[in-house]
């Protein structure tokens, strides 16, 4: 659903969390790794089980690796618990969560990974004796539902979900990933999606004149091809030719994103404004789709850096643009969710639960 690295050229981290005491008790509470693998940044964390249901993951040490200097994702691990700052004792379990499909094999396959993920090879290097994969979605799934309400941002829709139903977890970064967490009993499963490659839909004429224009060189144009970091660079260069504007030479989405913020380039402006809305008539179709009732949590990717510009854009108005069925969707709260070690803690919160279960 979303994920870009050759050799490592150095080490980029940012450590944000405070370590935590480690227990000596084998079992739920040793501390195991959980990474959040994303074509741009893998988030890694040593955890543990806390045993408290309220916050049933303690993130020990958390850091933050650039793909793009790393030549794969065994390099960043033992970077990891090379710089640990605390002794954790050993380290023999991990988790990870990740984008695509994967083999019989235990190799991934994902559209945006700059190198190859083998559970099989990462096992074999690091010594572990369990390293599980969980889509990056449904990771986030576990966790965003219950991040503190000083980390969300109400966009639309009631405080509170008036029913308890399905919700949904989506997110655009590298590429566009979805999840739905289906409530069931006292415990919850979750629905992990490739919504990011259905078709892309227009809702107005421009969004048509702009799919025609990339339906020039593909057959297939899939949501996170204008949903996504590098979707809206698409929606740029697209917009360029609609408008007969020369191409701007614009390489990376921040480029976009910064020159529309300041107000210096109108084009680069339109070209998120027509992300924001495309966003909002997607959110909304998955809405209806999944059924969703218990609300929505727009998560990380670059939502969080547009945040203000996202508030005042037509993403509420054409979210609930779905004729008849408007009135439904006004009952559904709309949250951005703004917590960096969401994936990480969803990641855990999977691991511990599957280990419940064998």
């Not at 690295?5 to 040793?30: K, M, W, Y």
């Not at 916050?55 to 958390?62: I, K, M, N, S």
């Not at 949904?168 to 739905?180: F, N, R, S, Y």
């Not at 339906?215 to 740029?236: D, I, Q």
């Amino acid at each position: 659903m979303r994920g870009p690295g050759r050799g490592h050229v150095g080490r980029r981290v940012v450590a944000i969390a405070n370590p935590l005491p480690t227990e000596t008790s084998r079992g739920a509470h040793d501390a195991f790794i959980a990474a959040d693998v994303g074509g741009t940044h893998v988030r890694i964390g040593l955890v543990r089980g806390s045993g408290d249901a309220g916050t049933p993951v303690h993130v020990l040490e958390y850091r933050k690796y650039a793909c793009a200097e790393h030549a794969g994702l065994g390099d960043i691990v033992q970077d990891f618990l090379a710089h640990l700052s605390l002794d954790h004792g050993r380290v023999t379990r991990g988790v990870i969560a990740s984008a695509g499909y994967a083999l019989e094999d235990g190799t991934v396959i994902t559209n945006n990974l700059p190198w190859r993920l083998s559970l099989a090879d990462l096992r074999t290097r690091l010594g572990f004796d369990d390293v599980r994969l969980v889509n990056d979605f449904e990771a986030v799934a576990h966790a965003a539902a219950q991040v503190d309400a000083s980390q969300v941002l109400q966009l639309t829709g009631p405080a509170i979900a008036p029913a308890r139903g399905p919700t949904l977890i989506l997110g655009p970064g590298t590429g566009l990933g979805a999840a739905v967490w289906i409530p069931v009993g006292a415990r919850a499963v979750v629905l992990a999606t490739e919504a990011g490659q259905a078709a892309l839909t227009a809702g107005n004429a421009l969004e048509m004149a702009l799919l025609a224009e990339m339906l020039k060189t593909r057959t297939h144009v899939p949501v996170e091809h204008a949903l996504s970091g590098p979707g809206l660079l698409n929606l740029h260069a697209a917009l360029c030719a609609v408008r007969g504007a020369a191409p701007s030479g614009y390489t990376h989405p921040g480029q976009v994103t910064a020159a529309a913020l300041s107000g210096e380039d109108p084009l680069a402006r339109e070209s998120l404004d027509v992300f924001c809305g495309l966003l909002g008539s997607v959110v909304g179709d998955m809405a209806l789709l999944y059924g969703v009732q218990g609300g929505v949590y727009l998560a990380g990717g670059i939502l969080p850096r547009i945040r203000d510009f996202l508030i005042n854009s037509s993403f509420v108005a054409r979210f609930l643009n779905k004729g008849t069925m408007r009135e439904a969707l006004e009952r559904i709260p709309v949250k951005l969710v703004e917590h960096g070690q969401l994936g990480v803690v969803g990641a855990a919160k999977w691991y511990l639960e599957q280990q419940q279960e064998d």
